[in-house]
């Protein structure tokens, strides 16, 4: 392989990466803890769009409970987001995995 189609591969990847990152942005996912009580809406860039919140579980003397909930479904919201964002590049590169690309 010469010099000139490594850079031709390379620069289409990174075509495809830039358009990809446009993409995740606008893609969503949503997670929940305590059986739906709390909803967590997050993007493909990990950043948290939205939290519901069931107002069943809002209780002033268990605010903990509250807390823990919502710690829960922000966590798995991200964790979610991370899992799409690692799917969707492996497509793009090929599996390679490419460290500090996203």
């Known amino acids: ?3 000139n ?3 031709k591969q390379a620069q289409q990847m990174q075509a495809k990466l830039a358009t990809l990152q446009n993409e995740l ?3 969503e996912v949503e997670a929940s803890a305590g059986g739906g ?3 967590v809406r997050v993007n493909g860039k990990q950043q948290v769009l939205s939290i519901s919140i069931n107002k069943e579980c809002v209780d ?3 605010v903990a409970t509250l807390e823990e ?3 829960t479904a922000v966590s798995q919201g991200l964790k979610e987001s991370q899992d799409m964002v690692q799917q969707a590049m492996s497509k793009v590169t090929g599996g ?3 460290p ?3």
């Open 37 to 39: 009580m709390v909803k």
């Open 5 to 7: 189609n490594l850079m």
């Open 25 to 27: 942005a606008d893609r």
């Open 69 to 71: 909930l919502v710690l």
């Open 60 to 62: 002033p003397e268990d």
């Open 1 to 3: 392989m010469n010099m």
């Open 96 to 98: 390679m995995n490419i």
């Open 100 to 102: 500090g690309l996203f």
